[in-house]
């Protein structure tokens, strides 16, 4: 149990267009969501928090206005990446925890690559 | 901002050497969380200690924490290939909420 689904596993999108990544609890509800961003052989940055009904809470030095995240349900979060800059290539992982005493389920990770 | 520092950085042995790795944090802790990200892929959960355990097994692993020198340590025994793999520690703080802190994490290459 506790399966987070994360897609698409990589996209490749040019610069100026927007890019949305799905992460998907298939087994269990979750009111909050996590995404984080991981450079190459960097640990997890935590970007954001989603929240269920209403807005994300972004860590410091998040542009909210870049980012765009949606948890329009107890299954879904959204992370948009808008007007993508080779930049912001970079690997983005979700997660969520069902229950926090078990610890925290990953999605399987984005590779967004920026051209 | 990462809280946590671990060491080794990299750590390379050969198959059934035990592997130790290490982890510091800053702040007061719930709980403590190992995973392992193998190249490319997303994090997976090994184990969670709480902040009033000392040492916790699993399988092949045996983690401790130090909440007095705010310090973590994984041990994984008898290592195989498999092992191969980045370890990262986590923690879930009394004033995260439910954030993880994620440390450095530690290369893991273990030698066939």
């Known amino acids: 149990g506790a399966v987070v689904s994360q897609h698409p596993s990589w996209v490749i999108c040019k610069s100026g267009t927007s890019v949305k990544i799905e992460c998907r609890s298939l087994?269990?509800?979750?009111?909050?969501m996590f995404w984080y961003r991981q450079f190459p052989k960097q640990s997890l940055m935590l970007m954001a928090t989603s929240n269920e009904g209403s807005k994300a809470t972004y860590e410091q030095g998040v542009e909210k206005d870049k980012f765009l995240i949606n948890h329009a349900s107890l299954t879904l979060s959204t992370l948009t990446v808008t007007s993508a800059h080779p930049e912001d290539s970079s690997f983005y992982i979700c997660?969520?925890?069902?229950?926090?005493?078990?610890?925290?389920?990953f999605g399987s990770g984005t590779r967004l690559t920026v051209v | 901002s990462q809280q946590g520092e671990e060491d080794p950085q990299a750590l390379s042995i050969q198959e059934g050497e035990n592997a130790t790795m290490n982890c510091s944090y800053k702040t007061s802790i719930n709980n403590l969380q190992w995973y392992r990200q193998n190249s490319g892929r997303g994090l997976v959960h090994l184990i969670l200690i709480r902040s009033n355990e000392r040492e916790k097994h699993s399988g092949r692993l045996r983690v401790t924490l130090d909440t007095s020198k705010k310090s973590s340590s994984l041990l994984i025994t008898a290592s195989r290939a498999a092992d191969t793999a980045s370890y990262f520690c986590?923690?879930?703080?009394?004033?995260?909420?439910?954030?993880?802190?994620f440390g450095e994490g530690t290369q893991l290459t273990v030698n066939p």
């Open positions: 997660s969520a925890s069902w229950n926090r005493v078990d610890g925290y389920t």
């Open positions: 986590a923690t879930d703080g009394p004033t995260s909420g439910s954030r993880l802190t």
């Open positions: 087994d269990f509800q979750a009111t909050t």
